[in-house]
């Protein structure tokens, strides 16, 4: 069965510092997509990005940058020089593409605290 | 253009009672998903539809909850003889293809008192 863990349920950090959210993800598929999403306290989910496990190249968008690796099984999401705005709760998610249920199965969400 | 749009943004019932959660997808989506959120989890899978049909209803609790999208667009999520356990915020998500990026809307708060 599928399943995603983020193992780290809060961080806080000061602005402008580095941070990076693990995501761990099980899945008897070979081909799968992996996701991102934010949460800000707004409630409303924001999709972030959408990796398939083809492409494991590493990608970046401004101060996001996603690391992509098949052999630990990770899809860990880092914010450079974070800001206040950044304050949210993350989740990874998964979505196979046989088998399992067709929807996205999403981890418990790391919750993210950026202080001015 | 519009996004994901949910109604009523809040219901509150009382247990024993039937309520239903409308949901109105991105225009030209064909995949349409329910999830529900509890306090402090991610969003848990409940449905997912594929034009007018219901493709994998997998992640609904027990048969008192259902779900409808008769004509592919607009989908009524409908819960009978609701349970305090039923609490949650109720997500719907369009795409336009499964496993391509889904959008969320904003959910509706369901308090069952």
């Known amino acids: 069965a599928q399943k995603v863990t983020q193992a780290q349920t809060e961080i806080s950090v000061v602005e402008k510092e580095d941070v990076t959210l693990d995501c761990v993800y099980e899945?008897?598929?070979?081909?799968?997509?992996l996701f991102w999403y934010k949460q800000p306290p707004s409630g409303e989910l924001v999709f972030l990005i959408r990796?398939?496990?083809?492409?494991?190249q590493n990608e970046i968008s401004g101060r996001y940058s996603w690391n992509f690796q098949k052999s630990t099984s990770s899809f860990n999401f880092t914010i450079t020089a974070s800001q206040v705005v950044d304050s949210a709760v993350y989740f990874c998610?998964?979505?196979?593409?046989?088998?399992?249920?067709?929807?996205?199965?999403f981890g418990k969400g790391t919750h993210l605290i950026i202080q001015p | 253009g519009a996004g994901v749009s949910q109604t009523p943004s809040n219901k509150v019932t009382e247990k024993g009672k039937y309520v239903e959660l409308r949901c109105d997808p991105i225009?030209?989506?064909?995949?349409l998903y329910w999830y529900r959120q509890s306090l402090g989890q991610g969003p848990e899978f409940l449905i997912y539809?594929?034009?007018?049909?219901?493709?994998?209803d997998s992640g609904l609790p027990n048969d008192r909850f259902f779900a409808v999208r008769p004509e592919g667009s607009v989908s009524t999520l409908k819960i009978q003889r609701t349970e305090r356990g039923d609490s949650a915020v109720y997500l719907c998500?369009?795409?336009?293809?499964?496993?391509?990026?889904?959008?969320f809307g904003p959910g509706t708060r369901l308090t069952v008192l």
């Open positions: 998500a369009s795409s336009d293809y499964r496993g391509n990026e889904q959008f």
């Open positions: 990796r398939n496990s083809f492409d494991e």
């Open positions: 899945t008897r598929d070979t081909t799968y997509y």
């Open positions: 225009s030209g989506h064909t995949a």
């Open positions: 539809f594929q034009g007018t049909g219901a493709a994998d």
């Open positions: 998610a998964l979505s196979e593409s046989r088998g399992g249920a067709d929807g996205l199965t």
